[in-house]
């Protein structure tokens, strides 16, 4: 749990003042974490793309919100992103747990640029770890890697780029990362 903690560290310098999301078995110990933190509020949703029309509401109200989720709720989540926080260029810091991730980098080496269609129906593998690279290339979402606690500043450096460009900005945390 030291490990989430220096999430949570980082989501404060920040400024981040809420959370929205639903844990996986990934963020538990983040959740879990952010459920007694007083100073950020955490706020669970049903269905993750509730996360993203909730955080854009928030922030039309001043508040300074972030999306935990996982990637597959980002799948989910498509027109609640494009309809609300792409549409609207909200300044959105967005967490996503890279279910399928290891797997997918033990067997290939990284995920494939092109994925092939014989990739969604294999047993070996997890679909979710297929799609989630070109989905958020496709939705206009940046990203970048969390593959370790020693690279906990990334969380900054997306934040400022969402605050710099005026649009969401994902953090991708491997598997491997929470602990």
């Given at each position: 749990?030291?490990?989430?903690?220096l999430v949570i560290s980082?989501?404060?310098?920040?400024?981040?003042?809420?959370?929205?999301?639903?844990?996986?078995?990934?963020?538990?110990?983040?959740?879990?974490?952010?459920?007694?933190?007083?100073?950020?509020?955490?706020?669970?949703?049903?269905?993750?793309?509730?996360?993203?029309?909730?955080?854009?509401?928030?922030?039309?109200?001043?508040?300074?919100?972030?999306?935990?989720?996982?990637?597959?709720?980002?799948?989910?989540?498509?027109?609640?992103?494009?309809?609300?926080?792409?549409?609207?260029?909200?300044?959105?810091?967005?967490?996503?747990?890279?279910?399928?991730?290891?797997?997918?980098?033990?067997?290939?080496?990284?995920?494939?640029?092109?994925?092939?269609?014989?990739?969604?129906?294999?047993?070996?593998?997890?679909?979710?770890?297929?799609?989630?690279?070109?989905?958020?290339?496709?939705?206009?979402?940046?990203?970048?890697?969390?593959?370790?606690?020693?690279?906990?500043?990334?969380?900054?450096?997306?934040?400022?780029?969402?605050?710099?460009?005026?649009?969401p900005v994902a953090v991708?945390?491997?598997?491997?990362?929470?602990?």
């Amino acid at each position: 749990m030291a490990d989430a903690g220096l999430v949570i560290s980082e989501l404060k310098k920040c400024g981040i003042t809420h959370i929205l999301g639903l844990p996986d078995n990934t963020s538990a110990a983040l959740f879990s974490l952010l459920a007694d933190d007083p100073d950020i509020d955490l706020i669970t949703v049903t269905r993750e793309g509730e996360a993203f029309a909730m955080a854009s509401g928030l922030w039309l109200g001043g508040k300074v919100p972030a999306v935990l989720i996982q990637n597959t709720g980002l799948l989910e989540s498509g027109d609640a992103y494009r309809g609300t926080a792409l549409r609207m260029r909200v300044p959105l810091l967005c967490l996503i747990t890279y279910r399928g991730y290891a797997r997918m980098n033990d067997l290939h080496e990284g995920v494939p640029e092109e994925p092939e269609v014989d990739n969604y129906s294999r047993a070996d593998i997890d679909s979710a770890g297929v799609m989630t690279e070109p989905t958020l290339k496709a939705w206009a979402l940046p990203y970048e890697f969390l593959h370790s606690y020693r690279d906990v500043g990334k969380i900054s450096l997306a934040f400022e780029q969402a605050a710099n460009e005026s649009r969401p900005v994902a953090v991708l945390i491997t598997e491997h990362t929470l602990p």
